[in-house]
């Protein structure tokens, strides 16, 4: 295969520059100089495009198994190729819950026989997520799992969260969590002036800050890694700059939601807008956009959790949380290099090589290459028109989950052709 005419940008090499992509198997094999006798089965024409790394997804909900009526396995992973994603890790809050190893190979089966994006599944932390009795890790590791999590259940008690962290840095694992205080972050929308007028249960700062010192605490006892996803405030991101800066082993991500939303975006009780964590206020935008342009942040995310007609079609505290994510990642990372004025390569990093490394060790053989686009690297790519302008609109979305707070919003870019292994997965 060739892809000829492109600019080609390898965030994780800083390489930019106008030059033909050769592909031969499931691997790159040239850029730029490509040898005479190289003769193409298939020419993708990507004159005005950007050829990038296939897209690293770090926050997924893939509704299998069951939630079979939200969306099938089928429909996401097709949303994802069409987002221009070629990996994804999914959470372990399914029913039932990816806390055993004969669940995981399943859902690992499945997704490897639609032969779209690969799947990288997060382990339960804890047994059916209950937060009483530890999962059998080592398990869980083998059968595919690259780290372990509580998904949106916070766990409170933290006898149970020190015993994790012991269990998961004694073999070298991950364990990723949501910063969130059992009690305190119960309501539904973002504490403040808003939330209060429109008479709406709040989730204060704090609920993510004293989650936040706890999980510090803890891993300095431990020697844990820990990766802290969506985090949602401008405190929060204060706390991460000065964990990092102490030596902790600290990641993080933000979802493209609280990236480019405030919580005035709930309009009047727009139940599409109802969100885990909440959108909070333009100050706290703020200071994740900053937070992310700076490297404080590591990842930028979907959060793609799709929800049906009859839990989100409900008045706003009562609606199920939850947006469609995976078909509007590029564009928005791309809108976020254009609204604030930062590089393309890092808007690029955030969704490509940054999360790949996030995952370290538990991408195995395909440490290095996945998020890269290298001679000798993996053929997972895309073609993206920068140019391009669309709407997004319920029923154009690929997904099954057709609810997102950015329907009728007008984005710039579209991902053109997708492939995975060197083999084109998706084609606008």
């Known amino acids: 295969m060739l892809i000829q005419g492109g600019r080609v940008i390898d965030p994780a090499s800083a390489y930019d520059q106008k030059a033909d992509v050769a592909l031969a198997g499931n691997a790159v094999v040239a850029i730029g100089n490509i040898a005479s006798d190289f003769q193409p089965e298939l020419t993708i024409d990507a004159t005005d495009c950007l050829v990038l790394p296939g897209l690293v997804d ?28 070629t990996s994804l890790v999914c959470q372990p809050d399914t029913d039932p819950v990816l806390d055993e190893s004969g669940l995981v190979e399943m859902l690992r089966f499945r997704a490897e026989k639609l032969q779209q994006a690969r ?38 008690n933290t006898q149970i969260l020190q015993r994790a962290f ?60 820990v990766h802290l996803c969506r985090i949602s405030s401008a405190a929060g991101v204060e706390l991460v700059r000065q964990a990092k800066a102490q030596g902790l082993a600290l990641t993080c991500d933000v979802s493209i939601n609280s990236l480019h939303l405030t919580d005035t975006d709930m309009g009047y009780f727009d ?75 890092r808007a690029l990093s955030v969704v490509t090589d940054g999360p790949a490394q996030l995952l370290g060790k538990a991408l195995g053989t395909r440490l ?42 007008e984005l710039p870019g579209r991902v053109r052709c997708t492939l995975v292994g060197g083999r084109v997965v998706y084609q606008a």
């Open 58 to 85: 770090l926050a997924v909900r893939l509704r299998e198994p069951g939630y079979e009526h939200a969306c099938m396995l089928e429909s996401e992973m097709s949303a994802a190729v069409a987002g221009g994603i």
């Open 119 to 156: 799947v990288y599944p997060l382990g339960a932390l804890t047994r059916n997520l209950q937060g009483t009795t530890l999962t059998e890790m080592v398990e869980l590791t083998e059968a595919g799992c690259v780290a372990f999590s509580q998904a949106e259940v916070a766990l409170s």
């Open 166 to 225: 012991q269990y998961a840095s004694s073999f070298g694992y991950a364990v990723w969590l949501r910063p969130q205080d059992a009690f305190l972050g119960q309501g539904v929308a973002a504490s403040g002036p808003l939330a209060t007028r429109m008479g709406l249960s709040g989730v204060p700062v704090m609920a993510e800050t004293i989650a936040m010192h706890t999980i510090f605490e803890l891993m300095r006892a431990t020697s844990a890694r």
């Open 271 to 345: 139940s599409r807008a109802r969100l885990n964590p909440p959108l909070r206020q333009q100050r706290d935008r703020d200071a994740l956009r900053a937070g992310l342009a700076d490297g404080t942040i590591d990842a930028l995310v979907s959060d793609h959790t799709p929800v049906d007609d009859d839990a989100k079609m409900l008045p706003f505290a009562e609606s199920e949380p939850g947006a469609t994510g995976l078909e509007l990642l590029l564009s928005l990372a791309y809108k976020w290099h254009l609204d604030s004025d930062v590089p393309l390569q």
């Open 368 to 409: 290095g290459r996945t998020g890269h686009l290298a001679v000798g690297g993996l053929g997972d790519l895309c073609v993206f028109d920068p140019q391009a302008v669309w709407t997004v609109q319920a029923e154009t979305l690929v997904s099954q989950g057709k609810h997102t707070p950015f329907s009728g919003y």
